[in-house]
Structures are given as C-alpha cells and as structure tokens.
C-alpha cells in the first residue's frame, strides 16, 4: 500500500460518512421536493442536515446552499456578474484556484476591468486592496488558504478595508472566499471575517467526491444562471444529493471533534519535515511558516515531475501542483512564481499534503525517501 501525501488533493472517505451515505441511501429514498410522506421525510433529513452544518460553522441554516462541490460554488458568484447590465471592477490575486481564474477571460470580454493583487510571499497587502478599490468595484475574490502552498491570507482584515471604503460608496461590494482548504484545518470564521460568501468541498475532508457548499450571508445578493427546479431557494436547481449532503455532515462533525489538537499533530509531522530540510542546500522550503500545516510546499533538486515519479516508484503519493488544473505544473509554478518563488524552484517544487490521519512513521519514511533520491 502506497503512502499518502496528496490530501489537499482529495482525502479517502471515513468510514463514518461512508456509514452515513449507506444509511441515507437505505432510508430516505425519496425526492425531498416531493411532497408525499416519503418526500417530507427526505426534506425534513435535508433541511437536518443544513442545520447541523450550519451548527458547526457557527452560521445560520439559511447560510447554507449545498453545491455538486466547491467548483460549482464559485462559479454561481462568477456567473452571477454576468447579471450586471454595467461591467465594473474584480479584485482579486494571481494565486487563486483554478475555478476562479479560469472566468477571469470571460469577464474581461464582457467588459470587466481585472485588477490582481501582487502576492509577495504569498499574501496578498491590505494597503494594495484599498489601493485598487475605486467605485466601480463590485467583487473582491481571495482565497482563504492557498491550495499549493498552504498560505494564510488574513481575510479579517481584508474583508474591514472594503467594509471601511463602502461607508463612503454607500453600495455593497461582495467579498467572496474560496475556503476550501479551510474548512477543518485553520480558524474558520465566516461571521468573524464578515464575508459575503465562501465556498467549500466535502472531499478535502474526508467526505464524498461531489458534494459541497456556498455559503452566502445574504442569498438576496446572488442571482444565478440557471436556477432549474427551484431547490436550494432558486440558487441551485437539481434533486438534492441527500445520501452525499448527509456524509458531508458527518464528516464535517468528524472533522471538528478535537480539531486543535489534530492541526497541532499535523503541525508536528510538517516540522519534521521543514526541519529536516531547512538547512538543506538541495532543497528550498517555499510555504510560509504560518502557513496551514496541512500543506508544504518544497523545491526539489531535479523537476517536480520527474522527483514525483521517483516518490511514486517508492510508493509515496505526492503531488507537483493543484490536481484541478489540466497543466498542473504550470499553473502551481505561476503561483510560486507569484509569490516571489524563482522560476527554477517553483517548477521543481512538489506539494506534500496531510491529513489528521497522517502517521509520523510514514512522515519519516518520506523524508528518508526524498533524502535518497536527492542523493542519487
């Protein structure tokens, strides 16, 4: 069995969630919009659910839209500008995920002026947001943690620049925040940070592929393209994936059980690799030291593909970049490159990520790996 360090990628189901989907498929059979007995009792289990998901993340019930994943959910705030009879401004940086950029060629045809925030050592500056900010801003568009190199952004502050520039505009301006590699594993606040809206998966925490969320403070906000059959309140068409919304929940509870001291045991197993390594002169540590301890980042002596490989052959799962992109490489060495990375290091830097489930042993075994194939 290989050894797996490819978690910001997508983590195994636990056996709870996949408890959890067995049983909702067993027992709620029916389509929640129906409204049958059968159909009651699968939309009361939903709206169960969004309440308990909604618990965890110290957010109101209504706060919630279940998505096919966090792919979806950012693309429901993308298309929603199309609305917009007059183009304005989107702010947003060059390290986002691929789900966000990839609208940015869109939006600049129709009209959108694109400002992206320089990231310089992976964070973007409140001081260059309230710079950029004019009033024909109507999107603000920054990840929470960066999915290559685990990076912090302080979202808190960045969302009270633009609250503290709209009491002069006397308009709303949306701030959105991928938080996908958040959920679980940082302090995730959505009320705190007073975000408009946030997007998430189940995958990247032990849940189901193909089932996430939006958040959105006010739902009045969004209108979206295609609101099909009216469920999820018009802001998602399409028969509710009950058995997959339930596991989303399990898992999400799962995750949160003692969440501190996982990140702590987490921080441990990326400690000893970052110590291991530090004063190596073959290879270079490109995360942040405040970075989430479930992403590293880390320039190899020979390419990210080709070292990759070498770790396969060993039987260690790794990854040379973001798993959603059809050109991997280059989109994580764009945002190496963004932060300030050179160009040699990012396109040799590999992406180790871990979960709670993540053994020292195995930890050990990967950095004895690495250390051979550094050494020939």
Known sequence: MDFYFDNAATTPISKRALEEYASTCANYQANPSSIHREGLKAHEYLEENRDRIAKVLKVEKENIVFTSGATEAIAIVMENLLWQKTPGRIITTRIEHEAVLSFIPLLKEKGWDIVQLKTKGG???????????????????????????GAVQDIRTLVETVREYEKNLKRKIFFFSDSVQALGKTGLDLKGWDVDGASFSAHKITGPRGIGMLYLKNRQLIRPLAPAGGQESGLRGGTENLAAISAFRAALEETYENRLEKEERVRGLNNLIRNAFSDSGSFHINSPENASPYILSIATPLPAEVFTRMLIDKGFCVSSGSACSNNARKKAGGVLEAMGVPGKLSMNSIRISFSDSTEKEETLLLIKAMKEIANG
């Open 123 to 149: 964070f973007a500056d409140p001081s260059d947001l309230k710079e950029a900010l004019n009033e024909e801003t109507r999107l603000v568009a920054i990840m929470s943690v960066n999915n290559v190199t």
